[in-house]
C-alpha cells in the first residue's frame, strides 16, 4: 500500500520532502479495483472450486443425511444461548466500566483480549473445573466455552458503543428527571447501544455457528464437527455442506445487520457493521478495525 | 449581600397551569468538597429566594460546577448541606431531588423525539400518556418548536436542542431549575437568542434557577444576583449593577468589566494617591497593604483630554458605538484605557498628547503587581 501511495503521489505533485499525498479519494481506482479484485479471486475460487466438486446435485442430500437436522440444530441453540449470556455479562459490565470504572478501560481491552491469546485446551480444562455439574456431559458446556471465546468481540463491539454518546451525561440527565437505574437502563441506554448490540450478536453469532477446535476437542457434534466427520463418508456432500454453512451464517448476518441498520437509521443511530460502528451525527468513525 | 430584596421582581403572568409553580427556597451552607489534594469547594454558602435567578461565575476550576452538581444530587459534599424549602437535601437520590437540569453538553436521548424526550420526566412520573403528550406539547410551543416535535435530536440544530433540553427540564415544574453553562456550545447569535428566551421562561415561571456559567456578559444580563467564585469561595454575591459599580475585591473588579490598573501610593487607610490626584479608598484597604499599591478603576471613570504636554500619549481607539475606548500609554509604561463619547473624541487620535486623571470618586486598591 505504501508504495501504491508514493507512486500515486510522484504523479499527482512536484517532488519534495515534505509532499504528502493531500487527499487519495478517486485518483487513482486502477488499483483500487486490482486489490479489490485480488482479495475477492482469493476468497472466491476456492468458494467456485468447492462449489465445482460438490456439484448442485449434492446439495439436496445434505438434508437427508443423519446427524445433519440434529447438528444444526445444536449449532443454532448454542448460538443464542452464547449471545444472551454473552449479553447479559457484556453489556451490564461495559456500562458499568464506562459510568463508574472509566479509569481500567484500558486495563480491560487488555482482559477480554485473553481468549484471543490462550490455547483452547487451555480454556477447556479451565471451564471445566469451574461449570457447574449439570452442564458437564451435555453439550451446552459448550455455551460457557463460546462466551469466553466471543468476549473479546463482543467487548470491543459495545465498548465503541458506548464511546459514540455521551452515556455519563444521559444517565444524569435521565436522573434528574426522575428516573432510577433500571428505567435508565431500559429507556436511555439500552437504545442507544442497539446498533453495538447487535454488532456484538452477529460477531458471536458467526464464531459460535464456525467454532470447531474446541467442539470437536470436547467430543460434541455440532456442525462443524459434523460436517468433518461427514467428509469420510461422502466428499461431496460433505463439501456441500460446507458450503451451505457459509451461506446459512451469511444469510443470518444479512438479516441481522440489516434490521438492525434499518431501525437504526430511522432514529438517527449508526450503521451495523461486522466490527464498526459508524456514528452519522457526528460523521466519525468509532469502531475498532480489527 | 442583599440576600432576597431582588428576588422574583419580574414574576408577573405566570401561566395557570403553574399556578403553584412558585420555585422553593434553596440554601447552601458551608458546602465543602475536595477531589484528592484540589479543594474545590471551601465553605460555600449561598441563599436563592423562591423565583430567584442566581448566577455563578468564575473562572474554570472555580467550584461553581461542583457545586451546581452538589445540588443536584450527582456528587456529595464532603461537608456543609443544601436544603430546598427547608428540607435538608443530603439523603435524596438525585432522581427523587425534583430538579430540572440543562447540561452544557447536548443531552437529549438520542432515541426519542423532541416530544418524547419532553415527556420523558412525566413518563417518570407515571403521568398517563394523553395528559403527557399535551403537556409536553405545551412545553415545546412555549420553546417555540412545535414543529419539530417529531424530529429526533441529530436533525435538531444546536439551539434547538438546548430548547428542547430546557422544555424537558421545566416540563416537571421542577422546584429547582440548573443550569450548567447551557450556552456555552451555541454560536453567539444563538446565544444571544435564547438567553432571553430562558430567562423569560424563568421569570413567567417563577422557577428558582441556579445558573452556572464564566461568561460574565450571560450571568449580568441574565441573573437577579451574581455570585462571582474564586478558588471554591463566593467573593461577592450581589445584584449585576452593583457588582460592576462597587466591586468587593479587586478579583471581582478585575474579572467582572473591564478594568485598569494604575500605580498609586497608600496615604494612611482611607486616600490613595495616584495621577496626582488624592482619592479616597472603597471599602477596606486589604490587610498588610502600605506604600506602593495599584489603584482599579473602570475605563469610563477616568477622564481624558487632549493636552499638549500632557501624561500620556494615545497609542490606540476602538469605536465601540456610543463611546470610544482609547489606549493611552502613561509614562513608566503604564497603559490604560479610558471611555469617550464618541462625537467628541474626534481629536484623541494615535500619536496625539493627552491628559488623564482621576475624578474624586472612591476607588478599590489592591497590591502592586
Redo the contacts between chains.
Sequence with gaps: MAAVASTGQAIAQPPGPAARPARRGGSFPVWRWAILLAAAAYFLIPLYSALKFAGLKAFPGIFRQSGFISAMGLSLRLALITTILTLLLMVPTVVYVHLRLPQIRRMMEAITILPIVIPPIVLIIGVLKVAPGFLLGTPYLLALLYVILAMPFAYRSLDAGLRA??LK??V?????????LP?TLW??VL??I?TAMLSATVLTVALVLGEFTMASLDLYQTFPVWIVNFEQNSGPVSVAASLFALFVTWILLMVIVTAGSWSSRK???GEVALFTVVR??FSQTTGEPE | MTASTTAGSGRHGRSGRHGDGMGAPVTLQDLSRSFGAVRALDGLSLHIAPGELVALLGPSGCGKTTALRIVAGFEAADAGSVTVDGKDLSPVAAAKRDMGMVFQSYSLFPNMTALDNVGFGLRMRRLRAADRQRRSAELLDMVGLSPQARSYPHQLSGGQQQRVALARALAIEPRVLLLDEPLSALDAKVRLQLREQIRALQQRLGTTTLFVTHDQEEALSMADRVGVMKDGRLEQVAAPDELYARPATAFVAEFVGIMNRLPGSLLGQDQVRALDTVVPVHGDVPAGLAGDVDVLVRPEGLQIAAAPGGNGIVTDRTFLGSVTRISVRLSGDVTVKVDYPSAAAASLTPGESVQVSLPAAAVLVTGRR
Design positions: 454518546f455521551d451525561t444521559m444524569e440527565a435521565a436522573s434528574s428527571l426522575g428516573a432510577g428505567a429507556r436511555v437504545p442507544n442497539r432514529r438517527g443511530g452519522q451525527d
